[in-house]
């Protein structure tokens, strides 16, 4: 399928590993030019050269995703440099887990704050996108987390708060042609990842996590990334508002 990405542009907060990195690199492998930031200059820098490997446009800066003044910074030099923003993609998490007010802070200013600061100096560049192109997009990643609950922890009300302001931007920003929409995965194993670090830890708690899954495994970044890249796309033009879980069906609950 034609995304109709070509020549568009994408910018992706926390795009350098992972998730981010597999999203990345399918923008740029279908045709749209791409901006990536992350916490470490040395991994932007190989990302930059493995992106311009696909003949796109690209381009970054480590940033610290907590520090707003900086990111709108960013994005602003971003959009500049990249000619436009279509697409934005909100992946970077603080991935801090705990009831402490340490833990809610840096879930709060990096999970929250980072988005908002992110899509507020974006919105102009999206909104002169839908105007010329009838369509552009904001896509968060969120996590299966955010309906999953076993214990107080201030991971999952974040990232639950995440779907919910989606929501609203959706509804605020559909006659501009800007769509919001929200992927929420369960467990993505990637080497130096989360689940791979549980893997070499615990063990048996890894197993038990990919028994839990009716799946049996875990997902990859890149099925995380198709999800994404899909709801970014002009094909997905009248496709705003939902969460997407991409999650092997270990949630219960019925989305409707």
Same mark, same amino acid.
Request: proline share 4%; charged share 20%; glycine share 10%.
């Given at each position: ?34 901006a ?7 991994h ?21 995703i ?37 833990? %809610? ?89 989360? %689940? ?17 899954n ?17 709801l ?16 092997g ?8």
């Amino acid at each position: 399928m034609d995304f109709q990405l070509k020549n568009r542009n994408a910018v992706v907060l926390g795009g350098t590993r992972g998730i981010g990195r597999a999203i990345a690199e399918t923008f740029a492998d279908e045709g749209a030019n791409v901006a990536v930031c992350a916490r470490h200059a040395d991994h932007v820098d190989t990302t930059i050269a493995a992106l311009r490997g696909n003949g796109v446009r690209a381009t970054g800066a480590a940033v610290d995703i907590a520090d707003g003044p900086a990111l709108r910074r960013w994005i602003e030099n971003a959009g500049n440099e990249l000619g436009g923003i279509d697409v934005l993609v909100s992946n970077a998490g603080a991935m801090a887990h705990g009831n402490d007010p340490a833990a %809610w802070e840096a879930n709060f200013r990096v999970d929250i704050l980072g988005a908002v600061n992110a899509f507020d100096a974006a919105h102009p560049f999206l909104e002169k996108a839908g105007a010329a192109h009838g369509d552009a997009a904001f896509v968060i990643i969120s996590s299966v987390s955010a309906a999953e609950s076993e214990w107080a922890d201030s991971y999952g009300p974040i990232k639950a708060a995440l779907i919910h302001w989606a929501k609203g931007l959706a509804h605020e920003h559909a006659k501009q042609h800007i769509r919001t929409n929200v992927v929420s995965p369960g467990m993505v194993y990637f080497k130096g990842g989360v %689940w791979n670090r549980v893997e070499e830890q615990r063990p048996q708690a890894f197993k038990d996590a990919i028994a839990r899954n009716p799946t049996g495994r875990a997902a990859t970044p890149q099925e995380i990334a198709n999800a994404v890249v899909f709801l970014a796309s002009p094909v997905s033009s009248y496709t705003t508002g939902i969460n997407l879980l991409v999650d092997g069906a270990i949630s219960r609950r019925v989305n409707f």
